[in-house]
């Protein structure tokens, strides 16, 4: 027993008159240990199947996300105690250093606030689909300094949490179910066009994926330079791999106006020769 004392009283690291002991660093990994225990048991309490049915599944992963990171606070502030390291001592210390650090790592303080507002507002949620700087992401993962998105282009991408809150971002998820998109494409002067009306339909009507087949429209929206402009507006719930399904239906329509002798026209110019009389003509 008295052994045992001994090796806990055991000095393993000593700064000055501060020494921290292998009792001390004993404690600091049961504290690790029981809040990973905890925060395990934490999860499993909230993603049982009865508390998810009660709430969205990333409702309760934002839940997750905010109680662990305010365990890991407490127990990082006991661990620090546990050391005999005072936070008040060491922030009063080091107020200097943490000024400019602060100045230094603004950006980087900012992500962390956004994250924490992604979290508690819930405007952004996991599987979200987001439209930011014209790029299409499907959010998988929101972190307290950056979040995890995947391309149309299965590509994984960091995201500083900054960039969803300060600036203008399109949740297609906040969308109904079924969302509208369209198709323009151009045919040749001459062409009937209640047959590429009709056409335009059918070859929505071709594509699994479509929904809402009764509110499927194809209208003559413009005359252009060398076409007559139309769009094929449809509804579909695939928001992330919209444009899979936009070339699949482009590749129906192709079809389907060759079948039907229907021109889809090339930029064209014509150029007209006038001649001059001879005076308009001069020689050296």
């Known amino acids: 027993m008295e052994t045992a004392k001994n090796i806990l009283q055991s000095v393993i690291l000593r700064i000055g008159s501060h020494e921290i002991m292998v ?4 404690i600091v990994i049961l504290i690790i240990l029981v809040t990973k225990v905890l925060l395990w048991i934490i999860r499993k309490a909230i993603f049982r199947k009865q508390m998810v049915e009660r709430m969205e599944m990333s409702n309760a992963y934002s839940l997750f996300q ?8 407490v127990a990082i502030l006991f661990m620090l105690q546990t050391l005999g ?13 943490l000024v400019g650090i602060g100045l230094g790592l603004q950006q980087t303080f900012n992500d962390f606030v956004s994250g924490i507002i992604l979290l508690v507002e819930g405007t952004t949620k996991v599987d979200d689909v987001l439209e930011i700087d014209g790029e299409v992401i499907k959010i998988q993962e929101i972190g307290i300094r950056t979040s995890k ?5 299965d590509i994984v991408v960091i ?3 900054s960039l969803i809150t300060t600036n203008k ?26 047959l590429v009306i009709r056409v335009l339909e059918e070859s929505a009507l071709e594509h699994p994926e479509i929904r809402d087949k009764n509110h499927i429209s194809a209208r003559l929206v413009d005359f252009g330079s060398s076409s007559l402009d139309f769009h094929l507006l449809f509804f579909s719930d695939n928001v992330f791999r919209i444009e899979k399904i936009k070339a699949e239906i482009r590749q129906i329509i192709n079809r389907k106006f060759i079948e039907n002798g229907i021109i889809i026209p090339f930029p064209q110019i014509d150029l007209h020769v006038k001649d001059l009389p001879g005076n308009f003509i001069q020689t050296k």
């Open 23 to 26: 009792a001390n660093l004993l």
């Open 149 to 153: 998105g995947l391309t149309r282009d």
């Open 159 to 161: 995201i500083p949490n």
């Open 169 to 194: 971002v399109i949740n297609w998820s906040h969308q109904s179910k079924k969302t509208r998109f369209w198709i323009s494409v151009g045919v040749a002067y001459g062409s009937d066009v209640d």
């Open 85 to 97: 390291i005072s936070i008040t001592v060491l922030l009063a210390g080091s107020a200097a250093l």
């Open 66 to 73: 905010i109680i662990k990171y305010i365990i890991w606070i």
